[in-house]
């Protein structure tokens, strides 16, 4: 439900706080495949390299695509036909594209920095558009066992230009913390989000350890986009 920010230690971390790949026991790859509706699918492959006593090496790459759209064009403008304002002129295929990598390292007093540099391309028919965006993140281990806090920006960088039209990047600010209650078998996850181009957002996330083997999870978001509650098991 995206309470991750100070939870991050793995090659997600890319994604929500750069910081937290220090955290990685070991190197790692990640992927995943998306089916959403209508087609459309998301495609993920993110890892992680240990550097030895260097720190972290991150490295993702992210691709949305889009089934083929057929292209109209308006021809006419009569109320009273519709069907015959448009024409067909062939189709297009939609695409976004990004591709990161990002370090951390531990730098002393339980204070991990991390960050990262995304390479970012968006096509829309005859158009495309090539940006660049900066993601920064810490994350602290503080001296109660078990209890972290984490901070991440992401999406710095400058505008991107699509078919004359300019837009900014998604900027989003994101501060939480991480901690044990109930003997240790249960963790809680807190995050505040403050996206530039939305509401802020508050989540909370809780998973309980059965045995070491069956982990129920539930979660609770607000903003305006999605349901409040969540839930889910590993």
């Excluded at 531990?106 to 940006?131: F, H, Q, R, Y």
Aim: proline fraction near 6%; hydrophobic fraction near 45%.
């Amino acid at each position: 439900n995206g309470a991750y920010v100070g939870l991050a230690d793995d090659a997600s971390g890319i994604y929500y706080n750069p910081a937290g790949m220090a955290r990685s026991l070991d190197s790692e790859v990640q992927a995943t495949h998306a089916a959403w509706f209508q087609g459309v699918a998301m495609e993920n492959l993110a890892a992680v390299f240990a550097l030895g006593g260097e720190g972290k090496l991150g490295a993702a790459l992210n691709v949305l695509t889009v089934p083929s759209i057929v292209r109209t064009d308006q021809i006419a403008n009569d109320p009273s036909n519709p069907d015959n304002n448009y024409v067909t002129d062939g189709s297009f295929s939609p695409m976004n594209m990004a591709g990161t990598l990002a370090y951390a390292r531990p730098v002393g007093g339980g204070v991990m920095l991390g960050g990262d540099l995304k390479l970012i391309n968006e096509s829309l028919d005859s158009a495309s558009a090539t940006g660049i965006g900066l993601g920064l993140g810490a994350l602290w281990l503080s001296p109660i066992k078990d209890l972290r806090f984490g901070a991440a920006v992401d999406n710095l960088g400058p505008p991107m230009t699509l078919g004359g039209g300019t837009a900014g990047l998604p900027f989003i600010a994101r501060l939480g913390g991480t901690g044990r209650i109930l003997d240790g078998q249960c963790l809680v996850s807190v995050e505040g989000d403050l996206p530039v181009d939305d509401v802020p957002a508050l989540a909370i996330a809780l998973e309980y350890d059965i045995d070491d083997y069956f982990f129920p999870r539930v979660g609770w978001r607000i903003d305006n986009e999605f349901s409040p509650w969540s839930a889910g098991f590993g």
